[in-house]
């Protein structure tokens, strides 16, 4: 097995790689590295994780207590998992410590270290690379990039799609993951989770609406733009959106930073916040997520939550225009 793969060969060969000394997860792409990351931790961690998982960060890690937790037994588990965020923020000596425990590794650990390089001109980094299984993720460069992330994730998730529809989907969607994971979910919803989609189903949901005004009207509802979101959603509601999905989405958004503000509530500071317990969130977006939990208190999201509820129960049992119940459910979320 070659030590360096593209997040797509990891992600399609996981289950018969032998464990290696470390994975290094690699690359700028944030949420490819998430991606990689959620794999390695659902194939090695059990339930009884609590004890055995430690997570780390470059900015304020010690190399010598992250050896220490590698070289610890695990407790209730097979393999003690060590991960270590943004390697490339730790200076020399720490690195050091890394390189040197990668020389003879523990074979009931497992280290995941996530970096946005590895310098291979530096001797420590070298000595990683050398050791480590790398995982690269790259940012897509071109439309068969999407296509290889679609037909991995509709492999981990047992459905499949038409050729058709996989080149179709990969040509319309803008180079972006973020995007193009967005884009899939809302297919799936719109297939009502069928293990096959086809073509035409495809092409009937990628030509409705873009995917951008969602998060366009998620930022408008998150800075109390009454005006501006009407606007929003007069546009995707042309556009035949569907408004089950904007309610489902919205239910996701309000879920969040209902997590900010219960963080918060423990005394959490939103650095803490935005690096280590929004990982569902592009982490380009995160910054306008806890803009957004400022204007709405928990309180506040309770009784959104009751709104949207009663929302979904609206579209899906009366006779009335989608456009005002969720013009209806706009105006109160930000006049209650």
């Given at each position: 097995?070659?030590?360096?793969?593209?997040?797509?060969?990891?992600?399609?060969?996981?289950?018969?790689?032998r464990?290696?000394?470390a994975f290094a997860?690699?690359?700028?792409?944030?949420?490819?590295?998430?991606?990689?990351?959620e794999?390695?931790?659902?194939?090695?961690?059990?339930?009884?994780?609590?004890f055995d998982?430690?997570?780390?960060?470059?900015?304020?890690?010690n190399?010598?207590?992250?050896?220490e937790?590698?070289?610890?037994?695990?407790f209730?588990?097979k393999?003690k998992?060590?991960?270590?965020?943004?390697?490339h923020?730790?200076?020399?000596?720490e690195?050091?410590?890394?390189?040197?425990?990668?020389?003879?590794p523990?074979?009931s650990?497992?280290?995941?270290?996530?970096?946005d390089k590895?310098?291979?001109r530096?001797?420590?980094?070298?000595i990683?690379a050398?050791?480590?299984?790398?995982?690269?993720?790259?940012?897509p460069?071109?439309?068969?990039?999407?296509?290889?992330?679609l037909?991995?994730?509709?492999?981990?998730?047992?459905?499949?799609?038409?050729r058709?529809?996989?080149?179709?989907?990969?040509s319309?969607?803008?180079l972006?993951?973020?995007?193009?994971?967005?884009?899939?979910?809302?297919?799936?919803?719109?297939?009502?989770?069928?293990?096959?989609?086809?073509?035409?189903?495809?092409?009937?949901?990628?030509?409705?609406?873009r995917v951008?005004?969602?998060f366009?009207?998620?930022?408008?509802?998150?800075?109390?733009?009454?005006?501006?979101?009407?606007?929003?959603l007069?546009?995707?509601?042309?556009?035949?959106?569907?408004?089950?999905?904007?309610?489902?989405?919205?239910?996701?958004?309000f879920t969040?930073l209902?997590k900010?503000n219960?963080?918060?509530?423990?005394n959490?500071?939103?650095s803490?916040?935005s690096?280590r317990?929004?990982?569902?969130i592009?982490y380009?977006?995160?910054?306008?997520?806890?803009?957004?939990?400022n204007n709405?208190?928990?309180?506040?999201?309770?009784h959104i939550f009751s709104?949207l509820l009663?929302a979904?129960?609206?579209l899906?049992?009366?006779?009335?225009?989608?456009?005002?119940?969720?013009?209806?459910?706009?105006?109160?979320?930000l006049?209650d």
């Amino acid at each position: 097995m070659k030590n360096n793969l593209r997040h797509y060969e990891f992600l399609r060969q996981i289950k018969k790689i032998r464990k290696p000394a470390a994975f290094a997860v690699v690359g700028e792409e944030q949420f490819l590295k998430d991606k990689v990351t959620e794999a390695i931790l659902q194939k090695y961690s059990s339930n009884n994780n609590e004890f055995d998982l430690h997570s780390f960060y470059g900015d304020e890690a010690n190399g010598l207590q992250i050896v220490e937790e590698l070289e610890t037994l695990p407790f209730m588990a097979k393999y003690k998992i060590v991960l270590l965020k943004n390697y490339h923020q730790l200076n020399a000596k720490e690195k050091s410590y890394l390189a040197s425990y990668l020389e003879n590794p523990y074979n009931s650990s497992i280290f995941i270290l996530t970096t946005d390089k590895l310098d291979k001109r530096q001797k420590v980094d070298k000595i990683v690379a050398q050791k480590a299984l790398n995982v690269i993720c790259k940012k897509p460069y071109g439309p068969i990039d999407i296509e290889r992330w679609l037909e991995a994730e509709l492999r981990s998730r047992n459905k499949s799609m038409d050729r058709q529809g996989v080149q179709f989907f990969s040509s319309r969607i803008d180079l972006d993951f973020l995007v193009a994971a967005n884009e899939l979910e809302k297919l799936i919803i719109f297939t009502k989770d069928a293990q096959h989609i086809s073509y035409l189903e495809v092409k009937e949901c990628l030509g409705r609406s873009r995917v951008n005004d969602i998060f366009e009207l998620q930022k408008a509802l998150g800075q109390k733009k009454l005006s501006l979101t009407f606007k929003i959603l007069e546009n995707m509601m042309q556009n035949e959106s569907s408004a089950v999905f904007i309610v489902t989405m919205l239910t996701r958004f309000f879920t969040q930073l209902w997590k900010i503000n219960s963080l918060r509530a423990q005394n959490f500071s939103d650095s803490d916040i935005s690096q280590r317990y929004l990982p569902e969130i592009y982490y380009k977006f995160r910054s306008e997520y806890l803009q957004a939990a400022n204007n709405f208190n928990m309180s506040k999201i309770k009784h959104i939550f009751s709104l949207l509820l009663q929302a979904d129960i609206d579209l899906k049992s009366l006779n009335m225009s989608e456009t005002i119940i969720l013009e209806l459910l706009f105006y109160k979320i930000l006049n209650d």
